[in-house]
């Protein structure tokens, strides 16, 4: 690849929607919404209960299929693509209700997240017993390593269940799940749900510092906590009734008449 096709398409956007509906019988979920999201940047996706937040996640992360339109990310066709196909290509996600399986361990539930970086085919695994220990040490020092930026005593609780975590300590191991597999875009689905303000605060503050360390990684939020959505964010899209409403910087959509009333409640 030539210097300027490199630059091209580092300057391109990571992901890009056109045209993206999706129709639940009588329902339009989504209507023709467009959306592009920049390398390194993080997006804050907000809008009314309803609005079509989570059918935006659903449709690009492969949970459900678009009715028209279509998705790119890092320049590939993705529209209707299979979840896993996706997950080991670089985008990764949580969810608005904890999808841990709780009897298993912290490593275990972390393990899941990284399943498309591991040789894990049956006779690899039986054959060469020295490679598979040597590579489930590995995932375990950069599991370590990444649960001990959101909280060291969590790094400490590794191999214990995850039923015995406290709620903060579940949400921190769910990040960890989507960022293990050192994924190119992650999508948060309202990652403070059930925190204090304090708890989300600091929570916060340590999802930044990871994403510093991991090299500006791309995030896209949603969020109905307003004042972390004006932290952490570059750029904000408004959704209501599953069209893009308004789009631009949250001092600028926050103060949009539209946005006032469609969100706020506000004429």
């Known amino acids: 690849m030539t210097r300027t096709a490199r630059e091209t398409a580092s300057s391109a956007p990571l992901l890009v929607a056109q045209g993206l509906s999706v129709r639940f019988g009588g329902l339009l979920a989504l209507n023709a919404l467009d959306v592009e999201v920049r390398r390194g940047e993080i997006l804050g996706l907000i809008g009314p209960n309803g609005s079509g937040k989570t059918t935006f996640f659903n449709v690009i992360s492969g949970v459900y299929s678009a009715s028209a339109g279509s998705v790119h990310f890092d320049g590939v066709d993705i529209t209707n693509v299979k979840p896993h196909y996706l997950a080991a290509h670089g985008l990764a996600r949580t969810f608005q209700r904890s999808r841990l399986c709780l009897p298993l361990s912290v490593f275990d539930n972390l393990a899941l997240g990284a399943v498309g970086q591991l040789n894990s085919g049956f006779m690899h695994n039986l054959i060469s017993r020295s490679a598979f220990r040597a590579e489930a040490s590995k995932l375990a020092e950069e599991a370590r390593e990444l649960l001990r930026v959101f909280n060291p005593v969590l790094a400490d609780k590794l191999f214990e269940p995850t039923i015995s975590l406290g709620m903060i300590d579940r949400r921190r191991v769910e990040i960890c799940r989507a960022l ?88």
């Not at 959704?239 to 926050?254: D, M, R, S, W």
């Open 180 to 267: 293990i597999g050192k994924p190119k875009l992650v999508l948060l689905d309202e990652p403070s749900a059930g925190m204090t303000h304090d708890e989300t605060d600091m929570f916060m503050n340590e999802i930044l510092q990871v994403r510093k360390s991991l090299g500006d990684l791309t995030i896209i939020i949603v969020e109905h906590e307003m004042n972390l959505i004006e932290r952490v964010t570059s750029h904000c899209v408004v959704l209501n009734y599953g069209k893009k409403i308004c789009e631009g910087q949250f001092k600028e959509v926050a103060a949009d008449p539209v946005v006032r009333e469609a969100y706020l409640g506000q004429s």
